[in-house]
């Protein structure tokens, strides 16, 4: 495996001692560089694609969760055919099966191909999946809507992780991790406000005209960030794709996503169809690491990278860190809705200091880090402490209309922990690896990130519908009109639906459905506390000094 240049050893290890970097940056014709690093994308032209890339990762983080502000208004004039659980989740599919085949696709065609290509499929499937006639095809559109998004990304992630030194990447990263809080956080604030305003398809739409700035701000810097002189064949190139690690990690994604929101929605867990569907996914992963490890001769994955700690760390945390931030954008907000009958543009604007904080944390983390490279991982502890705690207390809140300040305030605090420890852990990941390989450590980063966003939303819905199912099914059978109510098929846009109805109609069991929903609720979101708690651990045993040797 290649070794480090010096400027990487040197730093990475002052990360791990606390001493922080020595060398100065001196700037040279090619843009920011530390020594030993070049940039073929000048200063000028980075930072104008960087503004390009903050609307494009807002854009298309918006995209995963806006579909579940607006479910409630679609239902007239589509209907119900399908679980809504499976308009985020298609689109995750098509976003997590294409990030990393098009991270290698874009070595064989170029940055800019691949970024064009993906600005092209997104931007069509935006249009036709917002025009959709049923809830059907506007899921099967929003996969090929979530592809575009994965060639977007990865050529985001490639350009700005290999123009950029360690040092400088720390505000990159920040600010692209900002810009994804950002789109996952407003959805509801956006979407709900469309949607009112019987706006609802434009919750789709409103996306593409954004487009035009990356389309306009990216081009140049994609234009200077040539591809190096190749020694193959654009045919030697083709036939050496992974077409087969490809094929294997697309399965395994449609497998694993279509078992876990079958599961508890249209089939039991206990049913074949779920049991067959989770063991060929996690068949499908195995298999998938062998071929990568023995098979592949151009894999997808660096296998190599399984035993590197540090950067198994930090990708296990950003796992379990987005599985939390994306569930409480879709979640909370549901509480207010279900719980306070609130309107749904409302009940995102409540949750806007949970997201307004951890955009600022990160920003400022990034700063941090920036001038003091040894507070990454302090940054980490912290952030991930500050998150666990006032989640847990946040939690603990009775509903009630006097103690929204109090709930608002540990939900910032919340917030403000991970938007600490987000962008920290994912800095550290990328100066894990040798110089040559951050383009891909990002890409597999970022990955790991929407894996989780999307583990976060299936997990937690399955979760809160066992505990409605619990508290609520005996009550309902035993009243003649919530027995038209059947719990045990409701997903979380029926809960969306139903639960103001049946708090106004049943003023006499209100009192005790509305708190055995915010049961359900309390002890579903109470598991953020646990998946933080497995980041926090883990992240404590990064190794205290880091060699090109672990490569």
Known sequence: MPRFSRSRQEGAAAIESGDGYQQPEKPAAGGLVTEEFGSRVSRSKL????????????????????????????????????????????????YVALLLPAFRISEMTGR????????????????????????????????????GAGF???SILLVVSTNTSDRSRSLFVAGLCAAQLFGVGAAHTIGGKLAIDDHFRWGIYLVAPLMAAPATLCLPALLADKKPVRT????????????????????????????????????????????????????????????????ASRPLFNTQWLHERNLQISVISTLFMAMVFFAHAVFVPILYITVRSELTNVAGRRTAPYWATSMGAALLAGLAVRFRPALARPLVW???TISIVFSGLYYTI???????AKEQAFYALAGLGLGLAYPSVTYLSQVSV????????????????????????????????????????????SNPFLAS??????????????????LTYVPDLSDTIGHKMVDSLHTIFILTVPFLAVSLLATLFYKHRHTASAI
């Open 47 to 94: 930072i104008v694609f960087y503004f390009g890339a903050l609307v494009t990762m807002f854009a298309i983080s918006l995209q995963t969760v806006i579909p579940a502000s607006f479910f409630v208004q679609a239902v007239v004039p589509w209907g119900v055919e399908v679980s809504s659980l499976w308009m985020p989740a298609s689109y995750l599919i098509g």
């Open 398 to 404: 009775d509903v009630k209309p006097a103690s929204i």
């Open 434 to 477: 040798p110089l040559e390989e951050v383009g891909a450590a990002s890409v597999v980063g970022h990955f790991l990130s929407i894996v989780g966003g999307m583990l976060g939303l299936i997990l937690y819905q399955a979760c809160l519908k066992s505990r409605l199912i619990a508290n609520l099914d005996a009550i309902f059978k």
């Open 112 to 147: 800019l191909a691949s970024f064009l290509f993906g600005l092209v499929v997104f931007v069509i499937f935006t249009g036709l999946a917002g025009n959709a006639s049923t809830a059907y095809k506007f899921s099967v559109l929003r996969a090929l809507q979530g592809a």
């Open 485 to 502: 109510f059947d719990v045990r098929t409701m997903d979380i846009a029926g809960l969306e639906m139903s639960g103001p109805t049946i």
């Open 232 to 295: 193959e064949s654009i045919l030697t190139r083709v036939m050496r794709f992974d077409y087969v690690g490809s094929i294997i990690l697309i399965g395994t994604v449609i497998m694993l996503t279509t078992g876990m929101v079958f599961g508890g929605n249209e089939h039991k867990w206990s049913s074949a169809t779920v049991i067959c569907l989770i063991v060929f996914g996690v068949v499908g992963i195995v298999l998938f690491l062998a071929w990568e490890r023995f098979g």
């Open 382 to 384: 912290a952030g991930l």
């Open 152 to 154: 977007l990304a990865s």
